[in-house]
């Protein structure tokens, strides 16, 4: 015999809904990261990675 699977309590639009609130609630210890920082993160790591395919970091590392 076959059973079929039983039918959830909630709606999907009321457990969609309480993820919503969840995640739309701000901490006010959380660490909060201004666009800026962003960019300069972006400019200083795409900076990095191309500087080792050039070959450069290496350069700098074989000095010492």
Partial sequence: MV???????GSGIQ??????????EE????MKIS???V???CFVIGGFFYLVNEGV???I???F
């Fill in 3 to 9: 059973h079929m699977a039983k039918k959830s309590e």
């Fill in 15 to 24: 457990q969609a809904a309480g993820l919503i609130r969840y995640f739309d």
């Fill in 27 to 30: 901490s006010e210890e959380a």
């Fill in 35 to 37: 666009p800026f920082q």
């Fill in 39 to 41: 960019y300069f993160a």
């Fill in 57 to 59: 970091v290496q350069a």
């Fill in 61 to 63: 590392v074989n000095l």
